[in-house]
């Protein structure tokens, strides 16, 4: 394992033992160079940014097209880099080890498993198997001897679940007891709810996703997060301003919407720069 390798993994970990520090998702390699200039400590994949960036939609990509995916994103940058890895590629909790050890190959310092199976009629794997499938991420990675840091996630939100705070509670206490070492509720929002999820697996800590808060990262932290993820919204806010403008030619015939775009000489004057400096 190259030493960059291990000392973002360690840094990595290091980030999760006290304060609270944003991890946004970039979806490709400039985006993940330039959110290493603005200062992050470390960056999240997204797999809807990069479902869209391929043409695809979310969770439409497969396993191999994702590892080179996270592949790239470590190699673009020197920041750790947590993988959004969705259910792990697979049901079995077999197929999940298989598959998280191979993301472990990519330099990932972290990577998230979700408890959902992506069928509408049974949106959620049942606990004692989401249970299993999170001991078996985790069993692969201790092989590893790699120091991933492993984060869980509760679905219950995003898949419609009829009591999604309680039964997030509920999942997110046992992914901490089957070895997670940050818990993960995405649809969490209130201050409430934040507080229940933090208090629920203490010490252990807390991922929050926000993507149109108005509270700032200092509530957040009071709250007990140790993590903020803003998932593909980074992505989406791009694409926004792409159909935007692109809608306006298309529709209008016109060109105002460019006057809003990003200096020709800024961008490639960052790229340069980078590409000079990695030279």
Request: proline share 6%; net charge neutral.
């Amino acid at each position: 394992m190259p030493a960059d390798t291990a000392e973002r993994r360690r840094i990595f970990r290091a980030l999760h033992e006290s304060g609270c520090f944003v991890i946004p998702n970039p979806w490709d390699a400039g985006s993940a160079r330039y959110l290493q200039h603005l200062g992050f400590k470390a960056l999240a994949t997204t797999s809807s940014g990069c479902a869209w960036s391929m043409g695809l939609p979310d969770n439409a990509v497969g396993l191999e097209a994702m590892l080179a995916h996270l592949g790239a994103i470590v190699a673009a940058t020197a920041l750790p880099v947590n993988a959004d890895f969705e259910n792990g590629y697979a049901d079995e909790p077999s197929g999940v080890a298989a598959n998280v050890a191979r993301a472990v190959e990519t330099g990932v310092a972290g990577l998230s498993i979700e408890d959902s199976t992506g069928r509408s009629d049974h949106p959620l794997y049942d606990l004692p198997q989401a249970v299993e499938r999170i001991k078996a991420a985790r069993q692969a990675i201790d092989r590893s001897n790699s120091g991933v840091l492993l984060t869980a996630r509760a679905e219950c939100f995003l898949v419609g679940h009829p009591d999604p705070l309680n039964e997030s509670l509920r999942r997110l206490q046992a992914y901490a007891a089957a070895g997670a070492d940050c818990l993960y509720a995405p649809g969490v929002k209130t201050p409430e709810q934040i507080a229940a999820v933090v208090k629920a697996v203490a010490p252990k800590p807390v991922n929050v996703l926000t993507v149109v808060s108005d509270m700032p990262v200092a509530t957040f932290a009071g709250l007990g997060v140790r993590r903020i993820s803003v998932g593909g919204a980074l992505a989406r806010a791009a694409w926004g301003e792409f159909m935007r403008v692109a809608k306006e030619i298309a529709e209008e015939g016109r060109f105002t919407g460019f006057a809003r775009a990003a200096p020709f000489a800024e961008i490639n004057g960052f790229f340069a720069g980078e590409a000079k400096k990695r030279s």
